[in-house]
């Protein structure tokens, strides 16, 4: 396990380096000038060109790329264009608040998912079925913004049920375990676990057919075990494909928030990356984009492992 543990880690790092260089370039190559977001319209040439070598902007690419990268070994991200203030202190609140978004999205929509689609693989052609596949399919298909728009519609301006934006009373960015900021959490974590929902049903519903027509859970039956037995070794084989599908998903979810967090001014990674796309501020565009890619070759390093953990087989392999 040790060796495997390794073995993994050890691909994880070439992996991570091309990630990082993906992150800088496409940010590099977008249209506009980050200088912009700094310096007036008007400001004389001499002062744009000093602001561009205080920033590195003035070194090549490659250059610019090593001292980049030489400083996020260090762990330092850099200073936003915008604000002035170091990347990591305004990413590490946004890290916070999009990890808790996307942990109770995902108990909503991993929790139905199974539900859902372990009642359909189990009772494959029956009215549970149909429902659960009519609710995988319009899971996959309403966009996320548009729903958020709609549950906005219903929850906070008809029925003036819960808040329409924000993270907390008066515009607060600081959690807290009570209900007039857990009122906040519901209609993005709602809307964000749509997706999630239908794919983990889709998956679970056609792993849990596949397995329950194998000769394995005839015998089971045959010798006279009870449902519940059946049951429980019809979901130690279907665990380790469902957690990759989990896995992915989670994944998913912290990097793809970013039309969600936009909706409901939700203070997470996507809003700040919405706000730096439109401020060109490129050291808050790189350090999020990759903090967010690192967290998901992390998120896969994990799901192999409890794979593992789960199915000896694929170690074996």
């Not at 549950?151 to 934006?165: K, T």
């Not at 008066?170 to 209609?187: E, K, N, T």
């Not at 849990?208 to 039956?221: D, G, S």
Request: hydrophobic share 55%; with cysteine; net charge neutral.
């Amino acid at each position: 396990m040790a060796f495997y543990l390794l073995r993994r880690v050890l691909y994880a790092i070439p992996i991570a380096l091309a990630v990082g260089f993906v992150c800088f370039m496409l940010v590099q190559i977008a249209p506009g000038d980050p200088i912009n977001a700094i310096v007036p319209p008007d400001a004389p040439a001499d002062v744009v060109e000093q602001v561009r070598r205080d920033y590195g902007l003035d070194q090549p690419l490659p250059v610019q790329f090593g001292l980049w990268l030489w400083k996020v070994a260090q762990g330092d991200l850099g200073r936003s264009l915008a604000t002035g203030r170091p990347v990591w202190a305004d990413l590490s609140s946004a890290i916070g608040n999009t990890l808790l978004l996307a942990a109770v999205a995902s108990a909503i929509g991993f929790t139905l998912g199974c539900v859902l689609g372990g009642l359909a693989g189990t009772f494959r052609g029956s009215v549970l079925d149909r429902i659960a596949v009519g609710a995988a399919v319009a899971g996959v298909s309403v966009p996320h913004y548009w729903l958020g728009m709609v549950l906005v519609v219903i929850f906070s301006v008809q029925l003036n049920w819960l808040p329409a934006m924000g993270a907390g009373p008066g515009g607060s960015a600081d959690w807290a375990w009570d209900w007039a900021h857990m009122q906040y959490l519901v209609l993005p974590a709602v809307t964000l676990s749509v997706i999630p929902m239908g794919i983990v049903t889709r998956t679970v519903r056609g792993i849990v057919a596949e397995i329950m027509n194998q000769e394995f859970v005839v015998a089971l039956r045959g010798k006279g075990l009870t449902r519940r037995g059946v049951f429980l070794h019809v979901v130690k084989n279907a665990a380790p494909n469902t957690l990759a599908v989990m896995g992915l998903q989670l994944g998913y979810l912290m990097g793809g928030s970013i039309l969600v967090e936009t909706v409901f001014s939700w203070p997470g990674t996507g809003l700040l990356l919405n706000n730096a796309i439109f401020q060109r501020d490129l050291p808050v565009l790189q350090g999020t984009i990759l903090v967010l890619a690192m967290f998901f070759v992390a998120l896969n390093l994990i799901v192999d492992l409890m794979q593992t953990a789960l199915d000896p087989r694929i170690k074996r392999a």
